[in-house]
């Protein structure tokens, strides 16, 4: 079955415009989670979405929305955008509710780079 | 605070060797499960292993084996007979609170033909 695809995969930017990325599960999943990866502070925890509600949020300035459509797919925002906003966003899908029990794997996609110039 | 630290940040191995990445992880929930993934250069996250605390037993996977030990919060990560192709970014990720991974800086595994 598909994988979890993110789009686009490469984008630029410039300072203080607005940018929305795109998430589509695989399949069945319900689960969505986004990561922003850079050099500095590694992967970071942005949010994650359970059947159109968020449920979980890092510590992320407001600059950093997301949302979920009724299909699972997600997509996640970020506005007046600076220049430590390039970074490598992924988005990460699971099977089950995230529960401290449960084992479910987050499933990763192949990211979206942007750059902020 | 839940926090997961990989002190090696690049090993270098000639194809064949083994190699071992540690992780150290810190938590205060009883019940919580430790990851292991995989990030090629293309970018995504691919997962290896997962292991919950309540299990201490270490596995073999193929060539990938991994050493859990609660006492020390230590999950370690071995492949055997490295190949180039393992060459990649490794994370060491700790999930707690539903779907939410605290991840390790990563250990780059760069294996010379």
């Known amino acids: 079955k598909a994988g979890v695809t993110q789009t686009p995969r490469y984008l630029i930017k410039t300072r203080g415009q607005q940018v929305t990325l795109s998430c589509s599960p695989i399949?069945?999943?319900?689960?969505v989670s986004w990561y922003q990866q850079t050099p500095g502070q590694g992967l970071q925890f942005l949010f994650e979405y359970f059947s159109e509600t968020q449920r979980n949020k890092g510590n992320f300035p407001g600059r950093f929305s997301g949302r979920q459509f009724s299909n699972s797919r997600s997509e996640m925002n970020v506005s007046t955008l600076e220049l430590g906003d390039s970074a490598l966003y992924l988005c990460a899908s699971s099977s089950e509710p995230g529960q401290v029990t449960g084992a479910n794997v987050l499933t990763f996609g192949a990211g979206s780079r942007l750059t902020v110039l | 605070a839940q926090k997961v630290t990989q002190a090696q940040t690049e090993i270098s191995v000639v194809e064949k060797e083994d190699v071992t990445l540690d992780c150290v992880y810190e938590t205060r929930d009883t019940t919580y499960y430790l990851f292991w993934y995989k990030q090629p250069p293309s970018g995504e996250l691919v997962f290896l292993i997962r292991r919950n605390s309540f299990d201490e037993q270490n596995e073999i996977s193929g060539r990938y084996s991994w050493n859990f030990q609660k006492s020390t919060s230590s999950f370690n990560f071995t492949i055997t007979a490295s190949q180039v192709v393992d060459s990649a970014v490794y994370f060491c990720?700790?999930?707690?609170?539903?779907?939410?991974?605290?991840f390790g800086k990563g250990n780059q595994v760069v294996v010379i033909p």
């Open positions: 990720a700790l999930k707690w609170g539903n779907n939410r991974l605290a």
């Open positions: 399949s069945g999943h319900r689960s």
